[in-house]
């Protein structure tokens, strides 16, 4: 009998791991809500509704969608041009690729993706403070990955 009970009390600590590791991995001041997404033809992104044009997209009072394209070796919007979203808003990343496997990077945070060409990323952040963040591709994607990165500002 004494063994389900080490059982339990094993398991129980382990749940409580977990769920400190997951607090602890949020940033500051920026917190990644949930983690979802679809697919889109890489073929025709040019023609996209949203990733032919990608960039900010007001949607409600503080909500935002952010259509992000990432390509060898940029961010689109991000590397030219940074993203710029207010304070205090709620924004929706969409993030795909038009060619190989990149990674879409918030530095210092938890909000981080992988860009896959025929999938949409899709995170949602909450932006309570001003600063700015740097964007990086964290997979390698050719010669010119380890100069693709881009520029957050929250205003
Ligand atoms: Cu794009 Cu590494």
Known sequence: AYEKLW???????????????????????????????????????????KFGDPG???????????????????????????????????VTFHVTASDVIHGFEVVGTNANTMA???????????FDEPGEYGLLCNEYCGSGHHVMEGKLVVM
């Open 7 to 49: 059982l339990a009390l094993a398991l129980v600590l382990i749940v409580g791991f977990i769920g400190t590791i997951t607090y602890g991995a949020a940033g500051v001041g920026i917190e990644m809500i949930d983690d979802k997404g679809g697919t889109v033809d890489p073929a025709t992104l040019d023609e996209h509704p």
């Open 56 to 90: 900010v997209e007001k949607t409600g009072e503080n909500q935002y969608d952010v259509y992000v394209v990432a390509r060898q070796f940029v961010f689109e919007p991000g590397t030219t041009e940074p993203i710029r979203v207010p304070e205090g808003s709620t």
């Open 116 to 126: 896959i060409p025929g999938q949409v990323a899709e995170f949602t952040v909450e």
